[in-house]
């Protein structure tokens, strides 16, 4: 049985992964018939989001791990024990989270870096020649984390695209319901909620992605 690896970025789409790209990225793993296992880093948010007004919640930290557990129903380990041997493919689920703890990509753009373990665990699998799906916001992290040259897509906005071409990346627009492949690099990636206007809209391009990861891996 093939197994998945799925890093996640907390809870909640404003300063972690995205609720609805996470859960219908698990449902649909399940659909195939393979395993999975959520990972984490064990790091500090950058802030914490009332979901509610949408403003920074001052003074109040929290931890990536503890609150992507909330998701994986407490099912999920450090991203710094896992061993890209054990995995045959690789998904990110989007939301601000991979801008935000993943990466700095909302604060330093272009500039960004990378988490560490993130890394070393994402570019071992890459490198395996296993493949890596991308959903949403993640795909701005593809240039840093997986190298130059890579075509992937975050739907349509011009700021973000441009971003991944200025880093090394080869941006494509594509719709809510479809996926961009890279070929050569077994990079699959698609727009969901950069895009989508209901959970349905997002299921339809996510679900085309996992299936397209583990008919790669």
């Not at 219908?24 to 990972?39: D, K």
């Not at 503890?66 to 710094?80: F, N």
């Amino acid at each position: 049985m093939k197994n998945i690896a799925v890093i996640l970025s907390g809870s909640g789409v404003f300063d972690g992964s995205e609720i609805y790209e996470s859960v219908l990225t698990f449902l649909r793993l399940e659909h195939n018939g393979v395993r999975y296992q959520c990972f984490a880093p064990n790091i500090e948010q950058l802030h914490v989001i009332n979901h509610l007004t949408g403003e920074v919640a001052e003074g109040e930290k929290r931890n990536v791990l503890v609150e992507a557990a909330r998701l994986a129903r407490g099912d999920i380990k450090d991203l710094a024990d896992a061993n890209p041997d054990e995995f045959d493919a690789l998904i990110i689920p989007g939301g601000f989270g991979a801008a935000k703890n993943l990466s700095d990509f909302a604060v330093n753009g272009i500039n960004c870096s990378i988490n560490d373990d993130l890394v070393h665990f994402a570019r071992a699998i890459h490198q395996s020649g296993k493949p890596v799906g991308l959903i949403c916001i993640a795909p701005a992290m593809i240039p840093k984390l997986l190298g130059t040259g890579i075509q992937c897509t975050i739907g349509n906005d011009e700021g973000v695209a441009g971003a991944i071409n200025a880093m090394g990346g080869q941006h494509q627009n594509c719709s809510v319901d479809q996926i961009v492949v890279d070929s050569s690099s077994k990079i699959v990636t698609t727009p969901a909620y950069m895009l989508a206007g209901s959970i349905t809209e997002a299921a339809s391009g996510i679900n085309r992605l996992v299936d397209e990861v583990v008919k790669l891996a």
